[in-house]
């Protein structure tokens, strides 16, 4: 099966900018999350979906990013405007219904923000 | 609650000898623990996972870990290293009401020649 497909692959910008990020999940899976991954650390979740529904959204900056998940498939993870610590690997991720938690991740997106 | 402990942020060994990463875990539900891999500029990938059937568990490459609920640890070891061991290493932790994962720090790998 085709796995989790995230572009673009990296971005540059100027602080205060804005980016967007895509995300295709596996087909027939119903959860997706988006995780941003600073150097050096974990994975921090910043949103899940459940088809198209927010399930968790507590740790999203609401103030500049936003994501929307509109046909419970694809996703798009948007940041505006930038800000320096936003520099970061934006992973998405995506689980089947009813699975043991196990999660299948794309390649990231790399936003540097200068 | 629930929250994941990687007792060393950097592990070096030798290839072809043993490896071995420590994890320790809270969570208030019966826990799913993972490992995952994550070589340089890739996605995170599954190594091995509990999900409460046998305690020794077995992965893809050679890695396999053991979750023990009286230490509370789910460490992953590896008999022999290879060059291409050398990645990051996340332990996580998962209660199954609600699928929330929660990451350890990670641990680096490097394998010597």
């Known amino acids: 099966e085709a796995g989790v497909a995230q572009s673009p692959r990296y971005k540059i910008i100027e602080k205060r900018q804005s980016v967007a990020f895509w995300c295709n999940p596996i087909s027939g899976h119903a959860t997706l999350y988006w995780y941003q991954q600073i150097l050096g650390q974990g994975p921090k979740l910043l949103i899940q979906f459940q088809n198209n529904g927010v399930v968790d959204d507590s740790q999203l900056p609401k103030d500049r990013f936003s994501a929307e998940r509109l046909k419970g498939v694809d996703s798009t993870l948007k940041i505006q405007p930038a800000k320096l610590e936003d520099s970061a690997v934006y992973l998405c991720?995506?689980?089947?219904?009813?699975?043991?938690?196990?999660?299948?991740f794309g390649e990231g997106s790399r936003l540097t923000v200068l | 609650a629930q929250s994941v402990t990687q007792l060393d942020s950097h592990v070096s060994v030798s290839e072809g000898t043993p490896v071995l990463l420590r994890c320790n875990y809270s969570?208030?539900?019966?826990?799913?623990l993972f490992w995952y891999v994550q070589h340089p500029n890739k996605g995170l990938q599954l190594l091995l996972k509990y999900t409460s059937a046998a305690t020794l568990v077995k992965g893809i490459n050679g890695f396999e870990a053991e979750f023990k609920k009286s230490e509370t640890s789910f460490h992953l070891t590896k008999p022999s290293a290879h060059m291409s061991d050398a990645a990051e290493y996340f332990c996580?932790?998962?209660?199954?009401?609600?699928?929330?994962?929660?990451f350890g720090a990670g641990t680096t790998v490097t394998v010597r020649a």
């Open positions: 996580v932790v998962s209660s199954l009401n609600d699928y929330k994962l929660s």
């Open positions: 969570s208030s539900y019966s826990p799913s």
């Open positions: 991720a995506s689980s089947r219904p009813g699975g043991t938690g196990e999660l299948f």
